[in-house]
């Protein structure tokens, strides 16, 4: 309501022939129309119209008489559509008309003027006071809405275009604040409007015409710059200004230096959030980015929720494969059971199982005894001349041997429900671990996203998708780039880096016909690169495998598995084992269940009773920590400050038993490190020359694996032969 007021007052300010004020009427008008109680808008034509030298009386009494008759009508009928409130306004303007002869005939004429103008702004005060109405509901403002507004903003310029103090002009600074404001929301739109509002000062106040021609450059200027800061903004307007020669001594009426000066204050001091809701809001691409980002952050928060769910889920389902505990004297008590029934039958019975303790242990001997296939004779306190000692034997080692199948059936079964436990529990952790990274991922990364996308645009590259956002306390950015422009991620990388501020490592890269796509994080303290060198017999396919793995929170894998033999399946059964380390990994799942999983999974999809070896590094690059699982691998080696370490584990190849363990070594690595892992080929043959060979490598490790796989080879090295040399920086 005091809105209202204030704003009819003000616009009662402008008058047509000093005495007709339309805006004032067409706000009454439009107020009604959208559903405003139009009392304060009454009161504030009252006070305006007695404002100025000349009285509006026209405009007072108009504005009383429809104010009173729509009451009357609301009153009666309880209803006035907008028609009817339309026609009561029209009729009662021309009803009043008559009161404007008191100042000469001539008023008559500009008095139907001030109608017409009347009705047409009350179509635009309508669509403001509708924006008004529905601000809260955070909504796309649309073109004709924002045109209205920006009608009206030119409308408010004009009520305070006489508030001049010697060279500063309020409406001036007010002109320039609102083109910058403008201009920073909606660009050329933005200029367009500044241009519009210089115009009507122009012809309002009759001043100078440069003033137009200095906010157009400014505007379009700005418009073009907005993208860089608010420093750029104002300096477009002091280039314009310098070049119209606005800052030269004149009317006030022009883009001087105080004017200047007084809006771009005011523009620095206007609050980057303000502007960004306001550009958010008018915008409608920047509208649809910003719905698109919401409904994936609720998807996200959604999906997160069900996961999590279903992981607690699976953790519950995990306890009803808990295994029982197993009784250690179930033999005890199948064989004692087989004794008595023999011995129930007997008369003598007591004077054996005088003392119970000492008689199960008789009966357990004696079965153990005949378990071997040893001849057995009664044992203290069975009676030496039991004629029932034949069947008691048999009984015993019945019982005996139905126990211990019993026993290993059930061990059999504990170490299944034991496994089964272990991978519904951890698979239910991944998903909670998985779902609660994903509801603290912040998309808050709009700038540098814009960023980014303008630098690999300037670059030359056709950016396809471009996301950015953080998990984990990582920085992720994936994109993905059309062809056919040829695309390294090195040079992909180094655009980004110079956008981000920061170094990155590339954790994923792939590639088809028609694009590339890569995933990059904020690089790590430390760098872990392979050198791999191989050699196979001729025509005949490597049974050796190798392979590297970027995970995303600043780790790293590096595999050497070796087939049995040589040869495309050899290959395969290698390749198999690290991509299921590979795959595990980036899973999420718990290190425990990964070193488990990749031989049980190995196992079940092993056809053909193959086996592989496996020797895997994984190394947290924030930290140093590396863990170095073995199945069946022989001896790696640690280089550091000249010194070799061996470090061995004892453990089966992958595929034979699903009960077989890797052996895991723990490291602390540091920088400049080497570590070297080679396949059996390399080993078989060189038990003495490995230590000296390493001992020798250079910076790159290339050389190291050669001179090796060349050593091995003069020895009389025929095997399938790889040496994978890491190195840490």
Known sequence: MIGGFLYALLLSRIRIHGLHAPLSMGLLLGCQLAGFEPAAVVGGIILGAF?????????????????????????????????????????????????????????????MISLSVSVLSAMCFRRICLMVKTIDRARLITDAEQIAAALGMGAFILTVSDAVFLEWSLPVSLLVLLTMIAVSVRGMAGAAAGTLWSILLTLYTGSDPTLIGSVALGALGAAALRDKGKPMIIGTFILSGLLFHSFAVREAYAMSIPNLLCSALFFLLTPKSFLSSVRLFADPRMYIEHNASESVKRTEHRTSQELERMGKLLGGFSGMFHPVPEDDNAVGKWTVQGALAICRSCEIRRQCWRDPDLMQEAVVALAGEAGKGSRVSPIEPIDENCRHFGDLCASVLLSYQQAQNRN????????????????????????????????????????????????????????????????????????????????????????????????????????????????FEQDAELHATAQVSKTAADDIVSGDATGECRIPGGRVC???????????RARSESEAAIRLLFRLYNAGVEKDLVYENVNRMLLAQNESEMYATLDALSIDLHTGDAELLKYGAPPSFLLRDGQISAICGEALPCGILAEAKPSVIRLKLQRNDRIVLCSDGVQDVLPEGVEEAI???????????????????????SDDMTVMVILVA
């Open 408 to 519: 290993a059936v059930s061990r059999q079964a504990r170490l299944q429900s034991g496994f089964a436990e272990r991978q519904l529990s951890g698979a239910g952790a991944a998903l909670c671990t998985y779902a609660r990274e994903m509801r603290g991922r912040s998309r808050d990364t709009a700038l540098r996203k814009q960023r980014i996308g303008d630098r690999l645009t300037e670059a030359g590259y056709d950016v396809e998708t471009l996301d950015v956002y953080e998990t984990d306390g990582s920085e992720i950015i994936s994109v993905r780039i059309r062809r056919p422009l040829k695309t390294r991620h090195a040079a992909v990388q180094r655009q980004i880096e110079q956008a981000c501020g920061y170094r990155l490592r590339c954790i994923r890269a792939a590639q088809n016909e028609e694009r590339v796509s890569f995933r």
């Open 51 to 111: 404002a100025e030298s000349k009285p509006y009386w026209q405009g007072v009494s108009a504005a009383l008489l429809y104010w009173g008759i729509t009451r009357l009508v609301v009153l009666f009928r309880k209803k006035c559509t907008p028609t009817v409130r339309f026609l009561i306004f029209t009729l009662c303007m021309i009803a009043t008309l008559p009161i404007s002869l008191i100042y000469g005939m001539d008023e008559a004429l500009y008095g």
């Open 695 to 717: 001992r020798s490598m250079d910076r790159s490790g290339q050389k190291t694996g050669e001179a090796l796989i060349k050593i091995a080879e003069e020895r009389g090295g």
């Open 558 to 568: 590096f595999a050497l598995s070796d087939g049995m033999g040589s040869g495309s």
